[in-house]
């Protein structure tokens, strides 16, 4: 091999390098944006019925009705939001871990 050849060798490593940093930064970065998903609504849409139905076969005073209805609203959608962030944020730090061990792989 002549040195053009490790010129163009190494050139073709060095960008499949920065071309897979690329993918990751555009992962780390997708993964920075999160809104209420299908499985949240539909969990708080189910209470909701459960409660509507409960009402119709037993006599719920009506501050009653409205203090369930809120903490049937409150905890899916919690858990939700909770879960989605805690999901985001370890795979976030686990692409933030591969950048790094990448950047140090390429400085030894």
């Known amino acids: 091999m002549d040195n053009e050849e490790i010129i163009?060798?190494?050139t073709q490593l060095e960008l499949e390098r920065i071309s897979e940093l690329q993918r990751n930064k555009v992962e780390f970065e997708k993964l920075g944006?999160?809104?209420?998903?299908?499985?949240?609504?539909?969990?708080?849409l189910v209470s909701f019925g459960l409660l509507l139905a409960a009402n119709s076969f037993f006599t719920i005073d009506s501050e009653l009705f409205q203090i369930l209805a809120v903490i049937?609203?409150?905890?899916?959608?919690?858990?939700?939001i909770v879960k989605a962030e805690s999901n985001r944020t370890n795979r976030r730090m686990d692409l933030l871990l591969k950048i790094i061990k990448q950047e140090q792989s390429k400085n030894t």
Do not use: R, T, W, Y
Request: charged share 15%.
């Open 8 to 10: 163009n060798v190494e």
């Open 72 to 80: 049937l609203f409150a905890v899916p959608a919690i858990q939700g």
């Open 33 to 44: 944006d999160s809104g209420i998903g299908f499985k949240d609504l539909f969990a708080i």
